[in-house]
């Protein structure tokens, strides 16, 4: 009897764990990275970001189903943003993130009203069409944005005025593992909250999320907006740690990959992001690194085997293994 | 008055490339439910094919493109009967996954074989060679580009209107299951579709090289444009694709001719505007 009570009680110490539980396991793995590879850290913080920008993705596609190619106008606006402040208002690092942050949540809110009415097909090809505005204007205000030279010479003051941004990348990957691990227990949360779940209804069945009284369209933009802010916040880091903001963050290609990505891990569970980002770009590193022009047959066959061998992504292989040996007697 | 003439001229036969290069992405699109990323390859195929025959073994221009045409075609029941079968089982999630898997393997095969650079196609100095239509003068590649537009539309009406596979395809595209439990070979129906709609777009990619430029990357770089088409257009619809690519190459040519610098912004407005109130493109069905 007793037993059983301190069971429960410790599934339950474990569920309230839960959410820090992943935050655990990145800054282990982050700190194995860190001392295994202390003269690739400027990758290693890109992937960092990347994770960052796939995970606010994962909202949006993951949770509430809702699949654009046009996230990295958010990103991009983000980055923008970030660089803009850092020039001319202020130089703190955590002003620039919370300016990439409103940023990509307003263009969210703006260009998410529109586009979140619209379904399938539609849907994607507005999210292209916002992105590609954006692109082309940030390519025309050539007084605001450089234009197709971008913003160069972003310089930060030091992080909290005491850790300043080294040659190395030393303080900038822990910086952007920090951010990481901040945005991974917001998720987690989120996740499993109210929210999350009615998210998880509409990805099921928006119809019948409307019918039990769910306000579905107002529910979808919320999301959209945090994912907004989340990815601005990655673009915003990638603007701080490179000193570069051109007009490639708004890439048609740039959208794509992140899908590429979040598939690939697995959507709709947050680890798949992680797992997913930091497959696909350490293949396409290494790869490129081996043969710089045929890489993409790498790319292209890993694709097309993770589709048909694990149709739920990366994520999914342990359950596959497992089943697989339960089959076996 | 004679650049109004040449906005039409120019976005007619951009139109008409678009068109061609299209509308199988609008078929496969409606009929399988498949989002084929991978559309704009069978256009790089088909150019790289008439590059390898026509430049570098000296087959003549015009042979070189009915071949390559039928070497995508070939290509298309191959990849088709392989894998693409397999692919319309997928969410569409994986759909995408695994068609954008096809593209880059299309990319690296040509990357590989041809490198990265312009490929050029040997078209005859004729086609450069400008017209008299009495009134005006126009490159003869215009002049052939729009008739082909032209003949290929109206082929494809006739196909689909006059035609017993026309009737199983509108049918298919209209109620897939419906149409299988009436007894027509639906797969069979996919597979001469999507062969079709391959060998238009390589038909559609050699002749429209030199609006688009035929290199290793160009599925990925106009991906968006076919999409773009087929989803104003609306999916499933031939003179829904045929009046977007129309309208949508007109619309960016006069932008380019008129508005240089802002011209691509007010295009993409007018996409999302468009969109937003007709979702389901200009002629599609309402879902």
Redesign the interface.
């Known amino acids: 009897m007793t037993n059983a009570t301190d069971q429960v009680s410790i599934r339950r110490k474990m569920g309230r764990l839960a959410p820090v539980l992943p935050a655990l396991i990145v800054s282990v793995a982050a700190a194995i990275a860190f001392i295994l590879f202390p003269y690739d850290l400027a990758f290693l913080t890109r992937i960092v970001i990347m994770m960052i920008f796939v995970l606010s993705f994962d909202l949006i596609l993951g949770y509430a189903g809702i699949a654009t190619l046009g996230h990295a106008a958010m990103y991009g606006c983000g980055a923008y943003a970030a660089g803009l402040v850092s020039l001319h208002l202020a130089s703190d690092p955590l002003i620039g993130l919370l300016a990439g942050a409103v940023a990509g949540a307003l263009i969210a809110w703006i260009s998410g009203c529109v586009l979140l009415r619209a379904q399938g097909v539609a849907l994607l090809m507005i999210s292209i069409a916002v992105t590609m505005v954006l692109q082309e204007t940030a390519s025309q205000a050539r007084w605001l944005t450089g234009g197709a030279d971008g913003l160069a010479g972003i310089t930060v003051s030091p992080l909290l005025g005491m850790f300043e941004f080294d040659f190395v990348g030393q303080v900038a990957f822990v910086y952007s593992v920090c951010i990481l691990i901040a945005v991974l227990i917001f998720c987690c949360i989120l996740a499993s909250s109210p929210f999350g779940l009615a998210l998880r209804g509409i990805e099921g069945s928006a119809s019948r999320m409307r019918a039990i009284g769910t306000p579905v369209y107002r529910r979808k933009v919320t999301v959209y907006v945090i994912a907004g802010a989340i990815a601005g916040i990655a673009g915003a880091l990638a603007a701080q740690v490179t000193g570069l903001v051109g007009i490639e963050v708004f890439n048609f290609s740039l959208s794509a990959d992140v899908m590429v990505m979040l598939i690939v891990g697995g959507a709709g569970r947050l680890y798949g992001a992680l797992v997913g980002t930091l497959v696909f770009m350490v293949v396409h590193h290494i790869a490129a690194g081996i043969d710089p022009f045929n890489w993409l047959f790498v790319i292209g066959f890993m694709l097309l085997i993770i589709v048909f061998a694990l149709p739920k992504g990366l994520i999914s292989l342990p359950d596959r293994l497992v089943a697989l040996l339960r089959r076996k007697p | 008055m004679s650049i109004i003439f040449s906005i039409v001229v120019d976005g007619v036969a951009y139109g008409m490339i678009l068109f061609m290069i299209s509308v199988g992405l609008s078929i496969t699109?409606g009929l399988m439910r498949i989002?084929n990323l991978a559309h704009g390859g069978f256009a790089l195929l088909g150019g790289a094919a008439v590059h390898v025959l026509s430049v570098r073994l000296g087959v003549p221009f015009w042979i070189a493109s009915f071949t390559a045409v039928i070497i995508v075609i070939v290509l298309a029941l191959v990849l088709e009967r392989l894998?693409y079968r397999?692919i319309y089982g997928?969410?569409?999630?994986?759909q995408?996954?695994?068609t954008?898997?096809?593209?880059?393997?299309m990319?690296?095969t040509v990357?590989?074989f041809l490198g990265?650079t312009i490929l050029s196609l040997g078209a005859p100095q004729s086609l450069t060679a400008a017209v008299d239509l009495g009134f005006k003068t126009l490159p003869l590649h215009r002049v052939i580009v729009i008739l082909a537009g032209f003949i290929i539309m109206a082929s494809l009406w006739l196909l689909m209107e006059k035609t017993r596979f026309g009737i199983y395809l509108r049918a298919a595209v209209d109620n897939k299951v419906a149409a299988a439990s009436l007894g027509i070979n639906t797969p069979r129906v996919f597979l001469a579709a999507f062969a079709i709609g391959a060998g238009l777009a390589a038909f559609g990619g050699i002749l429209g090289a030199e609006l688009l430029p035929i290199e290793a990357y160009y599925p990925?770089r106009y991906?968006?444009l076919f999409?773009?088409v087929?989803?104003?257009g609306g999916?499933g619809s031939i003179p829904g694709s045929f009046a977007a690519s129309l309208g949508l190459g007109i619309l960016d040519t006069a932008g380019r001719y008129l508005l240089p610098?802002?011209g691509?912004?007010f295009f993409?407005?007018a996409?999302?505007a468009l969109?937003?109130l007709r979702?389901?493109?200009l002629m599609g069905k309402a879902?």
């Open positions: 699109m989002i894998l397999h997928f969410g569409e999630l994986g995408v996954l695994a954008i898997g096809i593209v880059f393997l990319i690296a990357n590989l990265s990925l991906m968006v999409l773009i087929v989803s104003v999916l610098g802002t691509t912004i993409f407005l996409i999302t969109l937003a979702p389901q493109g879902q």
